[in-house]
């Protein structure tokens, strides 16, 4: 075996490698739940990690925490080991940083409202076409008044105005309709209660901190806790979504080399592509087919192959099938489904040992150097050198507690965004006023007051900023300032 692949497994006649050249063709590992998907991700991780190749995967069932410790002797370790001819396994943990949304797992995630955008933020509410199009409006308006939009606040602020203003805007933007500004706020609540307001705002997470190497040369493992997240789906799979399309944003392109940048392991897949609309499923699509070039493999782990939309399963060039049972015609269809995706090996019939694979057993296929798969082999997939099952919650402690990103992302930051601009030009609008009424009752300049003509229109700056102060000074106002001000007591 060469230093730049890795042992999947063995059948008892040869050694099943994945060239670690041919990862950022991406690869999918699937299969029914407690078949040893879980285990293939940790053997998967750990390895690209000795290769020098950061990682970064979710954790769904909080069991890849066992990757920061180390495993142990058993003999059915021992036993597997000598049946795929491993003589180097030398039980050990692996550098790894764990990162949590809800910041109690690990450092915390987050991103601001302008960095996730109006495509993948629409998705994420569950906005129909027209709510979108407003979305992006809001969007537009922030650009050009040259407002960032950093967490909710800022989005709700630009969203009154935008209710407000609607006439105005129509000429310059397009139509929008007061009851798709409503229909917004209301998705916006219910992501408030689903943790989404922890999850917008400053520290955001930087790339370069998922790409680092240790100081032995190991890539460290990135783990997102995604045991509370997940029962949050959307925004965990918009989340994953996001960091892909930022990775392929930021990142040169490298071109074919020995070994990725970062390797990406997108658990329950299923939930990205469930009920995605099509522009939604275009994007995901692009972002598989182009991100290959910026040296990222990503590995989709799911239960059925045909969760994946065939324009992206198209694109899986290495494939780990664990078994799948076929009781049901959904599970027959599966089955067959996956048999087919194969390069067919003469030696068995590969539908009919798909539902035969006990634990730890799987079918695979890789990609040899020239980009053509190999025939599917059926393997036992080798036990990992890491702990199985989750670390003890000391060792996590310990862990996040000596991390060297622990000051970058200790505490929120507030930087001054749309809201307190707004908030902020209000003020000086209010002295201009109260110093514009002295005036006036002073009899100062009344000849030209009265020859005006009445007051000028108001200019964008100064209507954006009254619809705000109308906000703020409205019963919904008040309760939005308490919701804030509750998370950032309680929460942050």
């Known amino acids: 075996m060469s230093d730049n692949q890795i042992l999947l497994g063995g059948n008892g006649k040869a050694q099943i490698l994945l060239n670690a050249a ?22 998967l991780a750990e390895s690209f990690s000795r290769l020098g ?24 370790v021992t036993e597997r080991l000598e049946y795929i001819g491993i003589e180097d396994h030398d039980f050990e943990g692996n550098p790894v940083i764990f990162w949590d949304v809800y910041s109690k797992q690990g450092h915390p995630v987050r991103t601001t409202v302008s960095e996730m955008g109006p495509t ?26 040259g407002l960032l939009l950093l967490d909710l606040k800022d989005l709700r602020s630009m969203l009154n105005w935008v209710a407000d203003n609607a006439k105005e805007l129509e000429r310059e933007y397009g139509r929008v309709s007061r009851q798709s500004v ?8 219910v992501l408030e209660e689903a943790g989404g307001e922890i999850f917008f705002g400053e520290p955001a997470i930087r790339i370069e901190h998922l790409m680092q190497t240790d100081f032995s040369g190991r890539g460290v493992i990135s783990i997102l806790d995604a045991t509370t997240l997940y029962h949050s789906p959307r925004i965990y799979a918009t989340f994953l979504l996001w960091l892909l399309s930022e990775l392929m944003e930021e990142l040169p392109e490298q071109g074919d080399a020995d070994r990725p940048k970062l390797v990406f392991f997108f658990d329950e897949a299923h939930l990205l592509f469930s009920k995605a609309p099509k522009a939604l499923l275009e994007k995901i699509t692009q972002v598989v087919r182009l991100i290959r070039s910026k040296g990222v493999g990503i590995f989709f ?23 799948l049972r076929a009781f049901t015609p959904r599970d027959r269809k599966a089955v067959k489904a996956a048999a087919e995706t194969f390069r067919q090996n003469p030696v068995f019939d590969t539908e009919e040992v798909i539902g035969q694979l006990g634990v730890g057993e799987a079918l695979i296929s890789t990609l040899n150097h020239k980009g053509v798969p190999s025939m599917v082999e059926r393997t036992l997939m080798s036990p990992p050198r890491s702990k199985f099952g989750p670390v003890d919650e000391s060792d996590r402690k310990r862990i996040i507690s000596r991390s060297p990103l622990k000051s970058s992302y200790e505490g929120p930051l507030d930087r001054e965004s749309a809201y307190e601009m707004l908030i902020k030009r209000e003020e000086e609008l209010a002295k201009q006023r109260e110093q514009q009424t002295q005036e006036e009752s002073e009899g100062k300049d009344s000849k030209k007051s009265r020859s005006s003509g009445g007051r000028k229109r108001q200019g964008m700056g100064e209507a954006f900023v009254k619809s705000v102060a109308r906000a703020i000074g409205s019963n919904l106002g008040r309760q939005i300032i308490r919701g804030i001000l509750g998370s950032i007591i309680g929460k942050r």
Request: net charge negative; charged share 15%.
């Open 301 to 323: 782990v799911t239960q059925y192959p045909n969760d994946v939309p065939d324009e992206v399963i198209g694109q899986l060039g290495n494939r780990i099938q664990h078994a």
């Open 182 to 189: 409503g229909a917004i706020m209301r998705r916006l609540l």
């Open 53 to 76: 190749v950061p990682v970064f995967t979710a954790d769904v069932k909080g069991d890849l925490s066992g990757l920061a410790g180390s495993g142990k002797a058993h003999p059915k």
């Open 120 to 145: 993948l933020l629409a998705n994420l509410l569950e906005l129909n076409e027209t709510q979108g199009g407003v979305l992006q409006i809001v969007f537009s308006v922030a650009d050009d008044e």
């Open 22 to 43: 041919m990862a950022n063709r991406h690869g999918l590992i699937s299969g029914a739940t407690g078949t040893g998907k879980t285990v293939t991700l940790q053997v």
